[in-house]
C-alpha cells in the first residue's frame, strides 16, 4: 500500500467514478482502476468500491477505509509543511546556554521577543557555568552560548555581539558613597570586592583589574562560592561591595543600595556575545541569531 493508492480511493470516492477521478488526478482511467484493484488485493480482497456503469460507489468497508486515508494524508501533508519549515528556519529546536545572572535583563527580554515572533520553534534553556557551556556548544549539545564578553571572545568559536549592560555597584546602605548618585572608579580604589566563583564572576574580576590595577597596587578581590542574592547579603552585612550588572536592580536586599559605575567617557558597561560552532547546521539556530542581534 502506497499514498498513491489512497489518493486514488480518495479521487474516485469523490468523484463518484474511476474516470472522473482520472481526468482530476491526470492519469488514463485504467490506471485508476489498476490501483484500487490492487489495493484491495492487497487488503486480503476487500471490496472498497461497488463498480457498476452509472460509477463506483464505495462499499461499507469502503466508507471505513476512506476515513483513515483521509486522515492519513493530512497527517503526511502536515508532516511536510513541518519539515520545509523546519528547513527555512521556521520551526524546529534550538538549545540556548547562559549564566545564572542572565536570568533577567536583556536577555530575558530578547528571548520573549523570539518566541512570540517564532512560536513553531522551541527553545530549550541550558543553565551553566562558561566552562561547561562552551564544551556543549563544541560538542553540539548546545546550539548557542549568551555570554559576557566582546566578539571573538572563543576563538574556537564563531560569535556576534549582541546588547550590553549598565555596571553598577552594590554598596551597603551605610556607606559613605551611598550618598553619592553615580560612583566614579577612582572612589573605589581601597574599597573590598566581593565576587562569585560562579559566572560571571571571573569576567567581574577582568574588569576591575582593568580599571584599578596598577603596577604597584591592585584592589582587595575575595572570591565566595555565593549566588547572586547571598552575595548581596554578604555586601548588606559590611563584608565588601560588589559589581552587578543593572539587572540586580531589581532585586530585593535590604540593607543594599545600587549605584551606576562611570569613567571619564559615561557609563561602564559590559557586553554580552552570543558565541555557536561554525559548522553548526540547524536552521533554526541562524532564525534564533538573526533575531535577537542588534539590527545595524
Not at 15 to 39: D, M, T, Y
Amino acid at each position: 500500500m502506497e499514498l498513491r493508492h489512497l489518493r486514488y480511493v480518495i479521487a474516485s470516492a469523490s468523484n463518484g467514478s474511476f474516470s472522473a477521478a482520472a481526468l482530476e488526478l491526470n492519469v488514463r482511467q485504467p490506471i485508476v482502476s489498476k490501483r484500487i484493484r490492487e489495493l484491495e488485493e492487497s487488503l486480503d480482497g476487500v471490496a472498497l468500491f461497488d463498480r457498476s456503469t452509472a460509477g463506483a460507489r464505495l462499499t461499507p468497508a469502503g466508507e471505513e477505509f476512506i476515513v483513515a486515508a483521509r486522515r492519513i494524508l493530512e497527517d503526511v501533508e502536515r508532516l511536510r509543511e513541518r519539515m520545509k519549515a523546519s528547513a527555512a528556519g521556521k520551526a524546529g529546536r534550538v538549545v540556548v546556554g547562559f549564566y545564572k545572572s542572565l536570568s533577567t535583563g536583556g536577555f530575558r527580554t530578547a528571548l520573549r521577543d523570539f518566541r512570540r515572533q517564532h512560536p513553531e520553534i522551541e527553545v530549550e534553556l541550558v543553565e551553566s557555568p562558561f566552562v561547561e557551556l562552551s564544551a556543549g556548544v563544541l560538542s553540539g549539545a548546545i546550539d548557542t552560548a549568551i555570554i559576557l564578553g566582546d566578539a571573538g571572545k572563543c576563538e574556537v568559536l564563531e560569535s556576534v555581539a549582541l546588547w550590553s549592560d549598565q555596571l553598577v555597584v552594590a554598596l551597603p546602605e551605610d556607606h559613605l558613597l551611598a550618598e553619592k548618585p553615580v560612583i566614579y572608579w577612582p572612589e573605589l580604589k581601597r574599597e573590598r570586592f566581593i565576587i562569585t566563583h560562579h559566572d560571571p564572576g571571573p569576567d567581574i574580576r577582568v574588569v576591575l583589574l582593568r580599571h584599578l590595577a596598577a603596577p604597584s597596587d591592585h584592589p582587595e578581590i575575595v572570591t565566595r562560592r555565593l549566588s547572586r542574592e547571598s552575595l548581596l547579603s554578604e555586601v548588606a552585612d559590611g563584608q565588601g561591595i560588589a559589581l552587578q550588572c543593572e539587572s540586580a536592580v531589581g532585586l530585593s536586599c535590604l540593607g543594599v543600595v545600587f549605584r551606576p559605575l562611570h569613567d571619564g567617557n559615561g557609563a561602564t558597561r559590559l557586553g554580552y556575545i552570543a558565541c555557536w560552532k561554525p559548522d553548526n547546521t540547524n536552521p533554526a539556530l541562524k532564525t534564533f541569531l538573526d533575531t535577537i542581534k542588534p539590527r545595524v
